[in-house]
T-cell receptor
Framework: GDSVTQMEGPVTLSEEACLTINCTYTATGYPSLFWYVQYPGEGLQLLLKATKADDKGSNKGFEATYRKETTSFHLEKGSVQVSDSAVYFCALKSQAGTALIFGKGTTLSVSS | DTAVSQTPKYLVTQMGNDKSIKCEQNLGHDTMYWYKQDSKKFLKIMFSYNNKELIINETVPNRFSPKSPDKAHLNLHINSLELGDSAVYFC?????????????FGPGTRLTVT
């Protein structure tokens, strides 16, 4: 079945460091891909999305490109801030399905 | 102007009790979901309703019963609570037919069963 694999955390960075969180997926057809962020004690917020190959989603300095050839959707940010500390989830929605399938989440901790 | 709201935010109860969690969305969406987040933060779909009709019912104990009185509401009733039911339950909504199914999540209900 469809699945999402994220890099294990936690990821610990200093402020202004570069961030990459790897995400790969297994799905038939052309799924839609998402990154969600969960700040401590809160619900999930959609961070960015991409719906077809080579689409680049971006928001708040974060970017991810839908790579069909490598079945990947890595999350990147050039300069992280303390306020970016959160849990990041990669997710997909298959063409035929309705619900989101989530990766296990990656905890990011940024220190000043 | 909360888009997806859930009540209560916290729920502490004893084994064997019956409890309900309520969810409401004011986005005009026609599809609503319940997800369970376990202690390791793993999120998994439990149920989905489209226009008040059940469309997804994952392998969930039949002690869990969702009810959708209208398109804007999806409640979750849990009978005979067990320790393993302790988790954070998230409600979400989306608009079918957009092809993207961008989902909006509520703040979650942290259920603790003692």
């Amino acid at each position: 079945g469809d699945s999402v694999t994220q890099m294990e955390g936690p990821v610990t960075l200093s402020e202004e460091a570069c961030l990459t969180i790897n995400c790969t997926y297994t799905a038939t057809g052309y799924p839609s891909l998402f990154w969600y962020v969960q700040y401590p004690g809160e619900g999930l917020q959609l961070l960015l999305k991409a719906t077809k190959a080579d689409d680049k989603g971006s928001n708040k300095g974060f970017e991810a490109t839908y790579r069909k050839e490598t079945t990947s959707f890595h999350l990147e940010k050039g300069s992280v801030q303390v306020s970016d500390s959160a849990v990041y989830f990669c997710a997909l929605k298959s063409q035929a399905g309705t619900a989101l399938i989530f990766g296990k989440g990656t905890t990011l901790s940024v220190s000043s | 102007d909360t888009a997806v709201s859930q009540t209560p935010k916290y729920l502490v109860t004893q084994m064997g009790n019956d409890k309900s969690i309520k969810c409401e969305q004011n986005l005009g969406h026609d599809t609503m979901y319940w997800y369970k987040q376990d202690s390791k933060k793993f999120l998994k779909i439990m149920f989905s309703y489209n226009n008040k009709e059940l469309i997804i019912n994952e392998t969930v104990p039949n002690r869990f019963s969702p009810k959708s009185p209208d398109k804007a509401h999806l409640n979750l009733h849990i009978n005979s609570l067990e320790l393993g039911d302790s988790a954070v339950y998230f409600c979400a909504s989306s608009q079918a037919g957009t092809g993207i199914h961008e989902q909006y999540f509520g703040p979650g209900t942290r259920l603790t069963v003692t």
